[in-house]
């Protein structure tokens, strides 16, 4: 069967770009269909590989957004202006596109609804891509549900639209904090996430809240960090550390 | 100011699956040099050198390096004192 795999390792499947839809001015998701794709659990993630005319490869790691869902698997990708592949993804992908994917990749930063609750996600900036999947995972379970989501701008929070309609739903709380620029009349935290804010608005330690923390690498240990000295116990404040940039890696 | 560089264990997961025949992400090892206890997935990875390094969250020991090659890839224990083979969950 094609996509068979040598014994454990993990192979490359020919994944077809069905669609790519507009999140924000950086942002685009990419909708897959990778055939043989066994399906994945919520905070995966997978390995794209590139290969140009000249036989020139590059590889990347992205968060899935999706709940599985068969052999569909949605990619949000911000674009890194200095990178390689990501303005490739964002700027010239087109339907019917194909690339090599493999995976899913990743056992730690995982959550699904049988894990239970309360469920505590903290987000900067695209780290809130594995974050939603694993809400789009928990619609419907009535899994009490806190996002803490950071961005500079409301131009740049991902999903928005999405997250605001399932926030008028069941059990999930969402607060923002625009860190640089606010519109008037913004109703959110206008700050970088901080102690006093993680105090204010995520689970108390004696809720005993699953924690996942996704973004840029100072994003995540300063949120971690708090956390646990807010009697967070460490095992259970999971991270996602993306690197310098804010892109996915 | 520099932000730190490192990403976690977790992103060089497709490596050490490739390497060790498993996702290794939620195994446990132990730092040789500080006794710490850490799943590969929380260790720090440093992806900038040619080829992957991860280091104990606790002291910084270099615990595993990762080179990969056309040819081959070598995975280098530095400082692993030991690893599970299970998850340890």
Redesign the interface.
């Known amino acids: 069967m094609a996509g068979a795999a040598l ?4 192979s490359w499947l020919a994944a077809r770009v069905t669609d790519v839809t507009v999140e924000t001015p950086r942002v685009r998701t990419v909708h897959l269909e990778a055939p043989g794709w066994p399906g994945h659990r919520p905070g995966q ?1 997978v ?1 794209i590989r590139l290969t140009a005319e000249d036989g020139y490869q590059a590889q990347r ?1 992205y968060s899935i957004a999706n709940a599985a869902n068969g052999e569909r698997v949605l990619l949000t990708v911000e674009r890194v202006d200095d990178g390689e592949v990501s303005p490739f993804l964002v700027d010239e992908l087109r339907p019917g596109d194909r690339f090599e994917l ?2 899913p ?5 995982v959550w699904s609804p049988e894990n239970g609750g309360p469920l505590q996600l903290v987000g900067g900036g695209s780290g809130v891509v594995p974050l939603m999947a694993m809400i789009r995972a928990r619609a419907g379970s009535q899994i009490p549900t806190r996002l803490l989501y950071s961005a500079r701008a409301i131009d740049e929070l991902i999903f928005l639209k999405e997250l605001e309609a399932l926030d008028a739903d069941t059990g999930l709380e969402v607060t923002y904090t625009l860190t640089r620029a606010r519109p008037s009349g913004w109703e959110g935290f206008d700050r970088r996430v901080d102690r006093a804010m993680l105090e204010e608005v995520t689970w108390p330690a004696d809720r005993a809240p699953l924690v996942f923390v996704c973004g ?3 994003f995540v ?1 300063m949120v971690a960090t708090t956390l646990v000295s807010l009697g967070h116990p460490p095992e259970r404040v999971r ?6 940039t804010g892109g996915s ?1 | 100011m520099t932000e730190p560089t490192h990403v976690d264990g977790n992103a060089v997961g497709a490596l050490l699956h490739d390497v060790f025949g498993a996702d290794m992400t939620d195994r446990r090892g132990c730092c040789d040099e500080c006794g710490a206890i850490s799943m590969l997935a929380t260790m720090l990875a440093y992806r900038q050198a040619p080829g992957d390094v991860l280091r104990c969250p606790a002291c910084g020991a270099v615990i595993v390096v990762v080179v990969e090659t056309p040819a081959r890839v070598r995975v280098t224990f530095e400082s692993l004192r030991w690893m599970d083979a299970a998850a340890s969950s």
Do not use: M
């Open positions: 014994l454990g390792r993990l993630h390995d790691s493999r995976g990749i990743g056992g730690y930063f840029p690498t100072g240990e991270t996602e550390r993306f690197g310098p890696q």
